[in-house]
């Protein structure tokens, strides 16, 4: 159910797909037995790699999708991708895949959600330390307020964004998010959530909540921010879903572990957004499946 590709996210007309600085993905498809093949057609024996299965949609209710995605040099923003669409990178320079959720019923919530993404793209490869990324998620934080400040009168004065996502290094992940976008880790054993959700406690028998403690921008007045970032081993065969909460509000933690667990990476995006759809498909629905290849 998935494209291989070599350059482009192929958006429906309408979407915006840019490159930025980074590393460029591999001129073919990875298979899961770890050959990786050059642009000449040879292959590249036991390299390790990542691979990036990714999709977004505005789901059945709203009118225009306010979710970003960045991989690596890639990113995507208010496109529609019922199509999971792959990238594969070699393992090694920084490579960074987030999601960015605008804030529901502000105004500019794509508009914010994109120039995070953007600029995640620019400084993915060097995201080196923990450190690093703390600093790119606080400037992160002050590029929303500045572009809203611009105009204090106008509609995207209190714009913001949520982030999730993960820096994958050669034998690490420092995974980090603000807000409640989530990170998983996806072994066959089941499903283990390692972000943190900046949400308050829910009420008795409430599985979800819309609010959010702190967001990138948000407040007309700049409200700094406390990202969340932790590093974690890496190993090949590792699996992560980075993914907004169109998905995980919907649709049950279980019911997620056992579509990845069943299918592979392509399939197993396109059936998460089949079942948020079937639930309804209440919000904007953007996923990334990563997964560390080769020997």
């Known amino acids: ?26 001129t073919r498809g990875a298979r899961d037995g770890g050959q990786v093949y050059n642009g000449s057609g040879g292959r590249w024996h036991s390299m390790q790699y990542v691979a990036v299965t990714a999709l977004s949609h505005p789901g059945l209710l709203r009118r225009r999708n306010e979710d970003s995605l960045v991989v690596g040099p890639w990113t995507l923003c208010a496109t529609v991708t019922e199509n999971a669409q792959t990238l594969v990178f070699p393992l090694g320079t920084p490579l960074v895949v987030a999601v960015a959720d605008g804030l529901g019923g ?53 714009m913001g964004t949520t982030v999730a996502g993960a820096v994958v290094r050669g034998d690490s992940a420092m995974v980090f998010n603000v807000g409640d976008s989530r990170v998983f880790a996806a072994p066959p054993e089941g499903l283990r959530q390692v972000s943190l959700d900046d949400s308050p406690p829910l009420e008795p028998g409430r599985r979800t909540t819309s609010i959010v403690t702190q967001c990138l921008g948000g407040t007309r007045t700049y409200r700094a921010v406390r990202p969340h970032v932790t590093t974690l ?8 879903l980075i993914c907004t909460d169109g998905l995980t509000d919907p649709v049950p933690e279980d019911e997620i572990a056992d579509v990845l667990r069943t299918h592979d990476d392509g399939r197993a995006a396109f059936e998460l957004w089949k079942a948020a759809m079937a639930a309804g498909g209440p919000d904007n629905v953007t996923l990334a499946i990563v997964r560390v290849g080769g020997d």
């Not at 159910?1 to 591999?26: C, E, F, I, Q, W």
């Not at 990324?133 to 307020?145: F, P």
């Not at 081993?233 to 992560?240: E, F, Y």
Request: glycine share 14%; proline share 9%; hydrophobic share 35%.
């Open 1 to 26: 159910m998935s494209d291989h590709l070599t350059g482009t996210l192929n958006p429906a007309p309408g979407g915006k797909v840019k490159r930025g600085a980074g590393p460029a993905p591999l």
């Open 106 to 158: 502000h105004p500019g919530g794509d508009v914010a959600s994109a120039l995070v993404v953007r600029r995640l793209a620019g400084l993915g490869s060097a995201l080196a330390t923990e450190d690093d990324v703390h600093d790119a998620l606080t400037a992160c934080n002050r590029a929303v307020y500045r572009t809203a400040g611009e105009d204090p009168g106008s509609e995207l004065a209190a």
């Open 233 to 240: 081993p890496l190993s090949p065969g590792d699996r992560w």
